[in-house]
């Protein structure tokens, strides 16, 4: 298999592990931002830590491919969560409280050589001149339930709409809504819709056909309801993803 059979879309995520002191806790999502020479791993804050499930990882994993002609070569690379018992990630956070989307910057240098991967960067954010239509099509690219290609290591892709006013602070939160089926393990991933313009300088570049990149997949959306006579909403939250250009300053 050559780079060239895979679409690059796939090649922005990689499959992320948290562990305690060497032990494996849970599986997650996560995808690569680049912003000038700096790169940074995505992903959502919950993954590092949840203070109301006790979940304190103090280091995570993730997977890399490191042979472009053969995407069955991965190794794993792992990165601590503090350093002098501070935290290494940054988080957001705005008048409304804490945004669940963190951000880790990554040490290029120590990244194996050859790596391969894509990023969005700058460019992949939407425009104020892009409009985003209520039900416009949406990618979620990740690792639902640890599932994905275990050969060539690939992130699985699922399709959805905008389920509410994108632009719009859902319940004056930082996030719209997606109808899209999700699972667990899919928290951190990007949420991705296909451009309407032309590619803007930069994007093409690192993703072809260009890709905007809107969002950052959290976790389910759901309402008091009784269980034995409603169903599930089926809606996600997905927090808006310029929020990434405050945290990678």
Known sequence: MT??????????SARLSTFRQGQILTGASGFF?????????????????????????????IELHVDASDLAKSTGFSMPLYHDSKPV??????????????????????????????????????SGSEK????????????????????????????????????L?????????????????ASGSPVVTRA????RKGRAAALDPPWLLIGVHSTRFDVARDTELDEAL????????DILMSLTE
């Open 3 to 12: 780079r060239w059979s895979v679409e690059p879309l796939l090649l922005t």
């Open 33 to 61: 931002f680049r912003r000038d020479d700096r790169l940074f791993l995505v992903t959502s804050r919950h993954v590092l830590i949840d203070e109301a499930s006790g979940h304190f990882p103090d280091g995570i994993q």
């Open 89 to 126: 990630w940054r988080q957001g956070a705005d008048a409304s409280g804490e945004i669940d989307v963190a951000v880790i910057e990554i040490d290029g240098a120590a990244l194996p050589e050859p790596t391969i991967f894509r990023a969005f960067t700058p460019a992949h954010l939407p």
């Open 132 to 167: 985003i239509e209520t039900g416009a099509s949406l990618l979620v690219v990740g690792f639902p339930l640890g599932f994905h290609d275990t050969w060539h290591h690939m992130p699985v892709v699922r399709g959805g709409v905008i389920a509410s006013s994108f632009g």
């Open 169 to 185: 602070r859902f319940q004056g939160q930082g996030f719209f809504l997606t109808d899209v089926r999700t699972h667990r393990g």
């Open 196 to 199: 309407a313009k032309p590619a």
């Open 234 to 241: 089926g809606l996600n939250c997905a927090w808006y993803a």
